[in-house]
């Protein structure tokens, strides 16, 4: 079968390996489409946390079943997606109902090796059952259940001001779920494009240039001085996390679904005297693919509004760089096998 391997930073070539063989308490799936994210792109550039190389990319993905052991109610022949956060399933985490931050996590694509190939083994236990969508709808329910476990983790409530930094796919999919929960979205990016996506696409009410405008201003307008009580961050810009505490309201919920690799820092004061929570939001759970699936089916998610760019597997090696530049218009890529 023919794979496609990130040897180091910077460089991916195609390579023919053999195909998985069925073991115990595994699957194999033919895949179909694999969606490129943020992590991809950062593996790419050598700014991955948790990676090393050489490694085979892409944990957005949907393919046919082809066999498994250990999956009841699942049959050769159909349309699936995974959970691609592989876990222990007796640590603390695990045990306590949270395997998305799993002590001993295996992320496929990331610490194993991915969807850019023919064919991929992955544990029984990870599948989904299409439920009725598409290839294309299956291989974004994962960013967007990643938007979906932040927007949880929050515990938005009806009518607060939510401010989404960032109009990556990441947060575009957080935005939608913060406006699901009845959240008074705003979005904060340095990118025209994006934020004009937001107002055209996603008809979120409030958008401001980080760099154009004066954001504090902007947000006391917006909110009648109160900031905002949900703050999110899902650029990973260390600058953008160092800043955000600013938007904040006394009493507010600061959650870092972006990663970066270098330490953060803020003013103690400005943070105790809000009174703020902050906290992190890894991967997603269960509850959070099968909330994202409902969602697509009920209409109140459109994926194929995120996808911007289709690539054929066969162009990615010569493609990929090309996707980084912000001025390419990316917001999602989706790769056909």
């Known amino acids: 079968m023919e794979s496609l391997v990130c040897l180091k930073p910077g460089e991916l070539q195609y390579r023919h390996m053999a195909a998985p063989q069925l073991a115990k308490g595994q699957a194999i799936i033919k895949i179909k ?20 190389y050489p490694r085979i990319l892409g944990h957005e993905l949907s393919g046919d079943l082809i066999d498994a052991d250990g999956a009841p109610g699942f049959v050769p022949g159909e349309k699936v997606t995974i959970i691609p956060y592989f876990n222990c399933g007796h640590c603390i985490a695990c045990r306590n ?3 998305n931050c799993c002590v001993q996590i295996n992320v496929c694509g990331v610490h194993s090796d991915g969807a850019l190939t023919e064919y991929l083994s992955v544990p029984s236990y990870s599948l989904l059952h299409s ?15 990643i938007g979906a476990h932040g927007i949880r983790r929050a515990a938005v409530q009806p009518d607060e001001f939510v401010l989404v930094v960032g109009a990556g796919a990441i947060g575009l999919g957080t935005m939608e779920f913060a406006r699901i929960a009845g959240g008074r979205v705003i979005a904060l990016d340095v990118n025209n494009e994006r934020l004009q996506f937001c107002k055209d696409r996603l008809q979120i009410p409030h958008v401001i240039h980080a760099r154009d405008e004066d954001v504090p ?8 001085g109160d900031g905002c009580t949900v703050v999110i ?8 996390i160092n800043h955000a505490l ?16 270098e330490p953060f820092s803020f003013s103690h004061p400005e943070f105790h005297k809000r009174e703020s929570t902050l906290m992190s939001s890894r991967n997603a759970t269960r509850e959070d693919f099968q909330l ?8 109140h998610v459109q994926p194929e509004t995120y996808i911007t760019h289709h690539v054929p597997f066969h162009e990615v090696s010569h493609s990929f760089s090309s996707w980084l530049p912000p001025a390419a218009g990316i917001i999602k890529v989706m790769i056909t096998l």
């Open 33 to 52: 489409r694999v969606g490129v994210c943020g992590t991809d792109l950062h593996a790419f550039e050598g700014t991955q946390p948790y990676f090393s």
């Open 246 to 261: 600013r938007y904040l309201s006394h009493g507010g919920r600061y959650v870092l679904i972006g990663l970066q690799k």
């Open 233 to 240: 961050d899902a650029t990973g810009n260390l600058g953008a």
């Open 131 to 145: 439920q009725g969508l598409g290839y294309e709808e299956l291989a974004l329910v994962e960013p967007l259940a």
């Open 97 to 99: 109902g949270k395997p």
């Open 292 to 299: 994202v699936m409902r969602a697509i089916k009920a209409g």
């Open 217 to 224: 201003a902007r947000i006391d307008e917006i909110t009648g």
